[in-house]
Nanobody, 127 residues
Framework: QVQLIESGGGLVQAGGSLRLSCAAS????????MGWFRQAPGKEREFVAR????????NYADSVKGRFTVSRDSAKNTVYLQMNSLKPEDTAVYYC????????????????????WGQGTQVTVSS
């Protein structure tokens, strides 16, 4: 059974840092880009970051650019999201997923192009 399991969330004060992990089990995703998304209460799930399987430049939402860093460790079959200078508006459940519909012209920010969603990890940033 293929699973993605997120961890590392928690409660942190504004300006603090957290590192989220997304561990894959059941198969490897070495040839797939991986994405991080988040969903705040009452809001739609939104794109946060994408890490490329090829090692090319990652992509970030404008709201996190310069504060968050996405990376992957293929040997551990794990993707990370380092979050610095956290703000209260970063409060959300964070999810990782596999960019399965990686075709020419497909939008890496669209949730419908991803699969194997994890259960999410809660990040709460207090002011």
């Amino acid at each position: 059974q293929v699973q993605l399991i997120e961890s590392g969330g928690g409660l942190v004060q504004a300006g603090g840092s957290l590192r989220l992990s997304c561990a894959a089990s059941g198969r490897t995703f070495d040839n797939y880009d991986m994405g991080w998304f988040r969903q705040a209460p009452g809001k739609e799930r939104e794109f946060v970051a994408r890490v490329r399987w090829s090692g090319g430049s990652p992509n970030y939402a404008d709201s996190v650019k310069g504060r968050f860093t996405v990376s992957r460790d293929s040997a551990k079959n794990t993707v990370y999201l380092q979050m610095n200078s956290l703000k209260p508006e970063d409060t959300a459940v964070y999810y990782c997923a596999v960019f399965v519909r990686d075709y020419s012209g497909s939008d890496y920010r669209f949730t419908g192009n991803y699969a194997y969603w994890g259960q999410g990890t809660q990040v709460t940033v207090s002011s």
